[in-house]
C-alpha cells in the first residue's frame, strides 16, 4: 500500500471521502459536501496533513492529522467500503506512522461506533479519556421528592425509575416547594379546604405553599423549564387529582397550589402517573 500526502487540489475528493466517513460512523455532522471541502481547505491550510492510502493507483481510504499536537492526532481515517475486512485498515495505519515517522498518535472515536472501537483497540490503542458534551434538548422541573429527596410529609420520597429513565439526557430543576415555603420534614398532611391549605390538625398552611410555589415559579421561569413533572395527589404538586379537604382519603379532580401556579403561567405540567 503506498501513501501520498495530498495538497489543496484534493479537497474535493477529501471532502468526498469525509462525506462516506460521517455516514459510516453515524455522526450527527450534518455538513454538505461544499462545506465540507472548505473545512477540508482550512485544515489543510492550518496545521493539518491528509494523506491518501492508494492501491493500483487507486485512492482506497485517506487520513487527516493534526501535525502540530504532541503526539500527533489522527482526526479522521478512512478506508472505502469496498475495501473493508481484508485488512486494510491496518496496513493503512502502518503506512501513516511510517510516513509520520512515529509509533505514537491520538485518535477520538464516537462511543457508538463499537466496530471502529474493536479496531483501534485490537492495532493496541488504549483508552485515555472520555469525550463528553452537554447537549440538553430542554430543561425539566421536577418534584424532588420523584429523584429520591426525602421531603414527603412523613419524611419518605416518591422515587420514581420511570422518571429518572424519562429525565435522563435532560437538565433537571428538581423543587419541592412545600420545603421552599418553610415547611418541615416532617409535618402534619395537608388538603385544600375551602380554596384554604389546612394541616390536618385545622392549622392554616396557606400562606407557606402559596409562598413556595410562587419560588418555585420564579425558579421555573429563571431556568426557562419547558415542561414540569410533577407528584401526583399532592396538595402542591398535584396535576390532575387532588384529596377533596375532608382527610378521608377520597379523590377530586383538581390541581395542586404550585401545579396550578405553573399551568397559570404557561408551562406544561405532567403528572408523574402518566409518564411511560
Ligand atoms: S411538595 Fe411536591 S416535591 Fe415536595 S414532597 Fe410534596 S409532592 Fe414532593
Redesign the pocket.
Same mark, same amino acid.
Given at each position: 500500500m503506498l501513501i501520498k500526502k495530498c495538497s489543496l487540489s484534493d479537497v474535493e475528493e477529501l471532502a468526498q471521502l469525509n462525506k462516506q466517513l460521517i455516514e459510516d460512523e453515524k455522526s450527527d455532522n450534518t455538513m454538505n459536501i461544499e462545506e465540507l471541502k472548505a473545512r477540508m481547505h482550512g485544515f489543510l491550510e492550518n496545521d493539518y496533513a491528509a494523506y491518501f492510502f492508494m492501491e493500483e493507483n487507486k485512492i482506497i481510504g485517506y487520513a487527516l492529522v493534526r501535525h502540530t499536537s504532541n503526539p500527533m492526532y489522527l482526526r479522521q481515517f478512512y478506508i472505502d467500503r469496498n475495501f473493508r475486512r481484508q485488512g486494510k485498515g491496518r496496513a493503512a495505519l502502518k503506512v501513516l506512522l511510517k510516513e509520520l515517522k512515529t509509533d505514537k498518535i491520538d485518535i477520538e472515536v464516537l462511543s457508538w461506533n463499537e466496530a471502529a472501537i474493536k479496531f483501534w483497540e485490537s492495532c493496541g490503542f488504549i483508552e485515555r479519556s472520555r469525550y463528553m458534551r452537554l447537549e440538553k434538548s430542554e430543561k425539566i422541573m421536577v #418534584?424532588? =421528592?420523584?429523584l429520591g429527596q426525602k =421531603?414527603?410529609?412523613n419524611g419518605g420520597d416518591?422515587y420514581s425509575e420511570k422518571v429518572i429513565e424519562y429525565v435522563k439526557g435532560h437538565e433537571v430543576i428538581p423543587? =419541592?416547594?412545600?420545603?421552599e415555603g418553610g415547611l418541615p420534614v416532617p409535618r402534619k398532611p395537608c388538603e385544600i379546604v375551602q380554596g384554604l391549605v389546612m394541616d390536618k390538625d385545622g392549622a392554616c398552611k396557606d400562606k407557606q405553599f402559596r409562598c413556595g410555589a410562587e419560588i418555585c415559579l420564579k425558579k421555573a421561569l429563571d431556568e426557562k423549564v419547558s415542561i414540569a413533572i410533577?407528584?401526583s395527589r #399532592?396538595p #402542591? =404538586?398535584g396535576v390532575k387529582q387532588i384529596y377533596d379537604g375532608s382527610f378521608s382519603g377520597k379523590l377530586i379532580e383538581g390541581r395542586g397550589i404550585?401545579a396550578s401556579l405553573l399551568s397559570d403561567n404557561g408551562i406544561k405540567v405532567l403528572d408523574a402517573e402518566d409518564i411511560e
Open positions: #418534584s424532588a =421528592c420523584l =421531603c414527603k410529609y416518591n423543587v =419541592c416547594p412545600e420545603l410533577l407528584q #399532592s #402542591s =404538586c404550585f
